[in-house]
C-alpha cells in the first residue's frame, strides 16, 4: 500500500488578498492621505501584483517542519498522512500554518470594521510593541472619554517600508466610530492618523490580510521589494501574531481563549466534512489504514474527544 504523506490545503488557504489602494499600509507621517495620493496609488497598482507593493512578506517555508519528531498525522477519515510539527511560532514551517488558524479564529469573532493607525511606534524606539500597545490604549481611553464605546480590537503591528516607523492593523467588532473622532482620538493617544471603513467583504479574506507578513495569506512570492519578513514581522510583535483587548473572542455571547476559538472554528469549518486527526508513529500507518474496524474505533474515540475538549469552555 503506498502512503501518501503532503501539506494539508484545505480549501481555507486558497486565493490571496487584493491590496487596498485606498487604505495604505504606509502612509506618509507629515499628514493625512489625500484625493490625488490615492488615485496616483491606484494608478500605480492598475495591472500589478501584491509581489510589487509596499507589503511585508514571507519566504517560501521549509516542506517540514524541522523540529518534527518520527510520528505523522493521520487523517482517519480519507488516510492521508501529514509531517508532524512542532507548532511552535518559532519555527518557520509552523508559523504560516499557526497564522491561518488565528485568522480562522479572527474570522469566527466577526469583525465588522477594519482600521489602519498610521504611526503607533517610532523607528527609534526600543521595545516598538509595547509603544504601539500603549498607544492603542491610550487612543481607546480617549474615544471612552469622548464618550464613544471603542468596542473590542484585535490588531497586528507592521513596520512602514520606508523606515519611517510602525503602523497598526486592527479589526473591530462594536458599535460605530466616526472618522473625525477617531482621528482625535488617535491625535490624543499619539497613534498617527486613522482610516477607519466598514467591511464589506466577508470572511476569512479580512483576518489574512492583517496576518499577511506571517504567512497567512497561504501563498508564496516570486518576486517582492524587501521590506520585511515572517521573522522580523514576530520580533516586531513580541512573538505574538497578533494582539487583543480582553473580549475580542467572543462566541454566542462567552469570552472564550483565542485557543479555544481556534478550535472552535476549525470544528466550525470541517462541519459538513468530518475530519479526524491523529498522531501515530510512521510504521504504524499502514497497519491503522487497512484495518476498518480500528479504524473506525479510532474516529469514534478523536471525536470524542474533541466534543469533550468543545464542552469543556462552554
Known amino acids: 500500500m503506498t502512503i501518501t504523506t503532503s501539506q494539508p490545503r484545505p480549501a481555507w488557504l486558497s486565493g490571496r488578498p487584493d491590496h487596498i489602494p485606498s487604505m495604505p499600509c504606509c502612509p506618509p507621517e507629515a499628514g493625512p492621505i489625500t ?46 498522512a501529514f509531517p508532524d510539527r512542532c507548532r511552535a511560532n518559532g519555527c518557520p514551517y509552523c508559523l ?43 487612543t481607546r481611553q480617549a474615544l471612552r472619554r469622548m464618550g464613544l464605546d471603542p468596542g473590542e480590537w484585535c490588531w497586528t503591528i507592521e513596520k512602514n517600508p520606508k523606515e519611517t516607523g510602525y503602523h497598526a492593523h486592527c479589526l473591530q467588532v462594536g458599535g460605530f466610530i466616526p472618522q473625525d473622532l477617531l482621528q482625535e482620538g488617535c491625535r490624543r493617544g499619539g497613534a498617527g492618523f486613522p482610516d477607519i471603513r466598514y467591511i464589506r467583504r466577508k470572511g476569512i479574506w479580512t483576518s489574512r490580510y492583517g496576518l499577511k507578513g506571517f504567512g497567512a495569506d497561504g501563498y508564496g512570492l516570486k518576486s517582492f521589494r524587501p521590506n520585511g519578513n515572517a521573522a522580523e514581522a514576530l520580533a516586531i510583535n513580541n512573538g505574538r501574531l497578533e494582539h487583543h483587548t480582553p473580549s475580542f473572542y ?58 469533550n475538549a468543545m464542552r469543556a469552555f462552554r
Open 35 to 80: 484625493d490625488q495620493e490615492v488615485a496616483a496609488a491606484r494608478e500605480r497598482l492598475r495591472g500589478a501584483s501584491l509581489a510589487y507593493t509596499d507589503q511585508p512578506v514571507t519566504a517560501e517555508p521549509p516542506l517540514i517542519c524541522p523540529r518534527a519528531g518520527q510520528k505523522v498525522i493521520l487523517e482517519l477519515y480519507s488516510g492521508v
Open 96 to 138: 504560516p500554518i499557526n497564522a491561518r488558524r488565528r485568522a480562522l479564529a479572527i474570522t469566527l469573532a466577526a469583525p465588522e470594521r477594519m482600521i489602519r493607525l498610521s504611526w503607533v511606534a517610532r523607528s527609534h524606539e526600543e521595545d516598538v510593541c509595547d509603544m504601539a500597545s500603549i498607544r492603542i490604549k491610550r
Open 250 to 307: 467572543m462566541l454566542d455571547g462567552e469570552v472564550l481563549k483565542v485557543r479555544d476559538m481556534e478550535r472552535a472554528a476549525v470544528a466550525a469549518l470541517n462541519a459538513d466534512n468530518p475530519k479526524a486527526f491523529l498522531a501515530v508513529r510512521r510504521e504504524d500507518v499502514e497497519r491503522v489504514i487497512a484495518d476498518l474496524d480500528l479504524r473506525h474505533r479510532l474516529i469514534v474515540d478523536v471525536n470524542q474527544r474533541s466534543v
